[in-house]
């Protein structure tokens, strides 16, 4: 989301800014990604049938997700920003 540059908190009042969760940040790019039929996490084989459906729930839900694994297994699929969803 692209907002006007402000310096002052109170500028970012007055330009009606209104600040969002994580959540919501997820739940409205990942919406954007389905409308635009977009591939939702570029990098991950083989859960498209399985795994990838319950985390676009999740995420669609507001859930709160967890994620376990091994360490640096598949690092740059983790990442919500290598998913294309934050920042």
Same mark, same amino acid.
Request: proline residues 5%; charged residues 25%; positive net charge.
């Given at each position: 989301?692209?907002?006007?540059?402000?310096?002052?908190?109170?500028?970012?009042?007055?330009?009606?800014?209104?600040?969002?969760?994580?959540?919501?940040?997820?739940?409205?790019?990942?919406?954007?990604? /389905?409308? !635009?039929?977009?591939? %939702? #996490?570029? @990098?991950?084989?083989?859960?498209?049938?399985?795994?990838?459906?319950?985390?676009?729930?999740?995420? /669609?839900? !507001?859930?709160?997700? %967890? #994620?376990? @694994?091994?360490?640096?297994?598949?690092?740059?699929?983790?990442?919500?920003?290598?998913?294309?969803?934050?920042?």
């Amino acid at each position: 989301m692209n907002h006007p540059k402000a310096m002052s908190v109170g500028q970012l009042k007055e330009m009606g800014y209104k600040p969002s969760s994580v959540k919501d940040e997820l739940r409205r790019n990942l919406i954007q990604k /389905l409308k !635009k039929k977009e591939e %939702l #996490f570029p @990098g991950i084989i083989g859960y498209r049938d399985t795994v990838i459906p319950q985390i676009v729930n999740g995420i /669609l839900s !507001k859930h709160d997700l %967890l #994620f376990l @694994g091994f360490a640096r297994a598949g690092e740059d699929a983790n990442s919500a920003h290598a998913a294309g969803f934050a920042g």
